[in-house]
T-cell receptor, first 113, second 118 residues
Framework: DQQVKQNSPSLSVQEGRISILNCDYT??????FLWYKKYPAEGPTFLIS?????DKNEDGRFTVFLNKSAKHLSLHIVPSQPGDSAVYFC????????????FGAGTRLTVKP | DVKVTQSSRYLVKRTGEKVFLECVQD?????MFWYRQDPGLGLRLIYFSYDVKMKEKGDIPEGYSVSREKKERFSLILESASTNQTSMYLC?????????????????FGEGSRLTVL
């Protein structure tokens, strides 16, 4: 049973518009959430994270929002660029409890020029 | 430049063969992980280790074992490979234990090892 779920396998947006990727989790012990980006034939790379004590974290074009009551987080990319085309994985861990991390199934984002 | 290196990018093995996947990190990280990535399933945790000679089962440990004899090296072993173990295998590392300052939570991944079992 997946503890982290990304229900949209793919998303296509126009260059310059906003991309919104969604993620839901079930384990209330999770207190740290991350987004990773993966290009083909490469390992995932860290993009942005958020602690459960916050509801928003921003880094340049990337913003992550956390709604703990709904056990939901989202990644906003604005403006979207063709180089953002990749698979995005949502991940969660109980950082204060143990060291393992759980990932969602990923969302393939395509940004069209 | 920090690095996680996986020994083989591509392997082709036959059913029943023993398979070793090696992973080395140069960041002096305490924690190391093995995941497999399959379409529609994302990254699933096989095993992880938070110290030398320590290991913990992840979500899908069946058919796999691991070895951590040195801090920098974490090996994944398939004792008898089967076709359903055809997958992309990803090794990762992270620093520190729970509550430690070095525990940034971020995982650093290798480039992956694509294993095909015939």
């Amino acid at each position: 049973d997946q503890q982290v779920k990304q229900n949209s396998p793919s998303l296509s947006v126009q260059e310059g518009r906003i991309s919104i990727l969604n993620c839901d989790y079930t384990n209330s012990m999770f207190d740290y959430f991350l987004w990773y980006k993966k290009y083909p034939a490469e390992g995932p790379t860290f993009l942005i994270s958020i602690s459960s004590i916050k509801d928003k974290n921003e880094d340049g074009r990337f913003t992550v929002f956390l709604n703990k009551s709904a056990k939901h987080l989202s990644l906003h990319i604005v403006p979207s660029q063709p180089g953002d085309s990749a698979v995005y994985f949502c991940a969660a861990s109980a950082k204060g409890v143990n060291n393992d991390m759980r990932f969602g199934a990923g969302t393939r984002l395509t940004v069209k020029p | 430049d920090v690095k996680v290196t996986q020994s083989s990018r591509y392997l082709v093995k036959r059913t029943g063969e023993k398979v070793f996947l090696e992973c080395v990190q140069d960041m002096d990280h305490e924690n190391m992980f093995w995941y497999r990535q399959d379409p529609g399933l994302g990254l699933r945790l096989i095993y992880f280790s938070y110290d030398v000679k320590m290991k913990e089962k992840g979500d899908i440990p069946e058919g796999y074992s691991v070895s951590r004899e040195k801090k920098e090296r974490f090996s994944l072993i398939l004792e008898s490979a089967s076709t359903n173990q055809t997958s992309m295998y990803l090794c990762a590392s992270s620093g520190g234990g729970p509550g430690q300052q070095t525990n940034t939570g971020e995982l650093f991944f290798g480039e992956g090892s694509r294993l095909t079992v015939l």
